[in-house]
């Protein structure tokens, strides 16, 4: 039984900073390209964040244009989490973050931040 549970969101003011964290379970994490997205209301799905399931020492990330410089994604494969640090938050930052696996193919709940 796969989940992904998001934890970490809310109510900051700008300029702020949250870390969220997304715990997995029931498949093989360390093997698999991890990735955040974010939905705003009216909006389309964003991706966010990404990074790879090499080694540590081989890991690398990727970021949306939009956040470029003010997140920073990590993982711990001995934990099964991946973690986006945002910093220097925006208004436009306001969305539901989901955690998602490589393709799509899973799924959290998503957790909410709301910057204002």
């Known amino acids: 039984h796969v989940q992904l549970v998001e934890s970490g969101g809310g109510h900051v003011q700008p300029g702020g900073s949250l870390r969220l964290s997304c715990e997995a379970s029931?498949?093989?994490?360390?093997?698999?390209?991890m990735s955040w997205v974010r939905q705003a209301p009216g909006k389309e799905v964003e991706w966010v964040a990404g990074?790879?399931?090499?080694?540590?020492?081989?890991?690398?990330?990727s970021y949306a244009d939009s956040v470029k410089g003010r997140f920073t994604i990590s993982r711990d494969n001995a934990k099964n989490t991946v973690s986006p640090q945002m910093n220097s938050l925006k208004s436009e930052d306001t969305a539901l973050y989901y955690c998602?696996?490589?393709?799509?193919?899973?799924w959290g709940q998503g957790t909410q931040v709301t910057v204002s």
């Open positions: 998602v696996s490589e393709g799509g193919l899973w």
């Open positions: 029931g498949f093989v994490f360390s093997a698999h390209y």
């Open positions: 990074i790879t399931s090499l080694p540590s020492l081989f890991r690398a990330a």
